[in-house]
């Protein structure tokens, strides 16, 4: 049974095609955010993720508290020092997942329900693939990896140890990124969060468990955290699948029927790689400058470790309202109405910007206050307070390049976005963060490259939304008509 509208012009347009046992067996349960009030989807489509993105970070600081004051600047140098290796690791995942979402996104402001199945059902089997294929490579070449980044000798073994447990999450964290993406793609960015709530509380509990021999437990020390991750990463993961496939979800896979369908398959590549090379070689940027921070000691990577704990809570805004943008442009490049993503832009400017300008200021004014929560050494606390002043100005400019490439990454144009990364990375920061440290003698040097660089990525990621490239359709959808303002549409009957 089709339900649609039809004009007195004659011209028919459907507005979901959907059976009757379709509304029976499928729960939609997500957002239109093509119709309505911007402002209201882009604030409340966005909280939740937020949210979600806050407790991680607490989490993280947590984490780190328990390393870095209870068990010393060594453990916390060997994290920051594993932590770019599992962000390379987990870029391809959220490359291919953001192919999967913006597709999803799209298809469901176009109301084509089979186009999306077949994109989740294809990014099942190619995400259950990868994840295994690089949980493998991980646990093998992990000393290799960190040998060739010049990890500190005197943190070397705790590295090497912490990232071949942690390795072991990859297949649950990728499946978790991939339904996460889906349902966001839908306009429902509730139900990750509940599963994330519970499996970071349970994670942040079993930390110090694990670690210290608490409750008769094995003293695994920095292990303790890497096995409490991957615990709780695979059980949320499949609490999560089994969730959704009760409750008939339109994001759940169908275990029974997976496929690969190979025009959606290129669909997700020709969106997807381009994001997976993107945040691959952003990673490996990041390995480029933690193995130069590493060059001036133990007590910088430390720092440079607390930093990025910082960094967490201060890039969040940008992050989690730049990847809401994407949803609710997609949906409606999806449904033919692009010249709602000027207003997206305009509202994620505004909200956006305002959240970090006060990260900017805590950063500037109060920087002691925050290092002094997981360092006490007091070399370590002097650079700590020294990246976060350096840094400071640089949230404000994520905020501007984020949602600016939420709009062209929406549109489907992630290789752009690519293009502006791979820019301010290679062409700014890798080069200056070598010059400069070496000509200021001092880690400082790093800080700046990185707020040089940032600043680079903003003015181009401004300067491409601003051409208006990205309105030209990417993905062919259905035609959608729309009726002349002064036409009556006439339901339908069935």
Not at 41 to 65: C, D, E, K, R, W
Not at 82 to 89: Q, R
Not at 128 to 137: D, E, K, R, S
Not at 269 to 277: A, C, E, L, M
Request: aromatic fraction near 12%; charged fraction near 10%; include cysteine.
């Amino acid at each position: 049974m089709l339900h649609g509208v039809e004009y007195s012009d004659g011209i028919r347009r459907v507005e979901a095609i959907v059976t009757e046992n379709t509304n029976q067996d499928v729960q939609h349960n997500g957002r239109d955010m093509t119709v309505g009030s911007i402002p209201n989807h882009l604030i409340m489509f966005s909280l939740p993720m937020l949210a979600g993105n806050l407790i991680q970070t607490a989490y993280g600081f947590v984490n780190a508290f328990w390393v870095g004051k209870k068990l010393g600047e060594g453990p916390l140098a060997a994290v920051t020092s594993s932590f770019p290796v599992i962000f390379l690791l987990t870029a391809v995942a959220m490359g291919l997942t953001m192919g999967t979402s913006i597709l999803v996104a799209q298809f469901a402001g176009a109301k084509e329900w089979d186009r999306m199945r077949k994109a989740i059902q294809t990014s099942t089997v190619l995400l259950a693939f990868v994840g295994a294929l690089f949980m493998f490579i991980g646990f093998v070449f992990a000393a290799d990896i960190m040998r060739l980044m010049d990890t500190p000798k005197s943190v070397y073994p705790m590295a090497v140890s912490y990232l071949k447990i942690f390795i072991l999450s990859m297949p649950a964290m990728f499946g978790m990124f991939l339904v996460s993406s889906a349902l966001r793609g839908i306009g429902d960015s509730k139900t990750p969060l509940y599963f994330q709530v519970v499996a970071l509380v349970a994670t942040a509990v079993l930390d110090p468990i694990l670690m210290f021999g608490w409750l008769g437990f094995p003293r695994f020390g920095l292990n303790g955290t890497a096995i409490a991750s991957v615990g709780m990463q695979w059980l949320g993961m499949l609490a999560l699948m089994a969730y959704l496939a009760h409750k008939k979800s339109i994001a759940s896979p169908d275990w029974r029927r997976l496929h690969i369908h190979w025009p959606t398959c290129w669909l997700i590549f020709k969106i997807g790689t381009p994001s997976v090379v993107q945040h691959s070689l952003i990673s490996l940027g990041m390995i480029f400058v933690i193995t130069i921070i590493n060059g001036f000691g133990q007590a910088a990577t430390a720092a440079f470790g607390v930093g990025m704990r910082i960094d967490q809570i201060a890039f969040m805004p940008a992050l989690t309202f730049g990847g809401s943008v994407s949803m609710i442009v997609g949906q409606n490049v999806g449904a033919g109405l692009t010249h709602r993503a000027k207003e997206v832009f305009n509202w994620g400017i505004i909200v956006c910007g305002g959240i970090s300008l006060i990260f900017a200021v805590f950063a500037l004014t109060v920087p002691e206050f925050m290092v002094n929560i997981f360092l006490d050494e007091p070399q370590g606390f002097a650079i700590g307070v020294n990246y976060l002043r350096i840094m400071a100005i640089s949230y404000l400019f994520f905020s501007v390049m984020f949602v600016a490439n939420g709009v062209i990454n929406g549109a489907g144009y992630t290789f752009v976005t690519t293009a502006i990364s791979l820019v301010g990375l290679y062409a700014a920061r890798v080069p200056l963060a070598i010059y400069l440290s070496q000509r200021m003698n001092q880690v400082e040097g790093v800080f700046y490259a990185m707020t040089i660089s940032n600043a680079v990525s903003m003015i181009l990621a401004l300067a491409c939304y601003l051409s208006g490239f990205w309105k030209k359709p990417m993905i062919k959808h259905g035609v959608q008509l729309e009726p002349a303002e002064d036409i009556e549409p006439i339901p339908v009957l069935d």
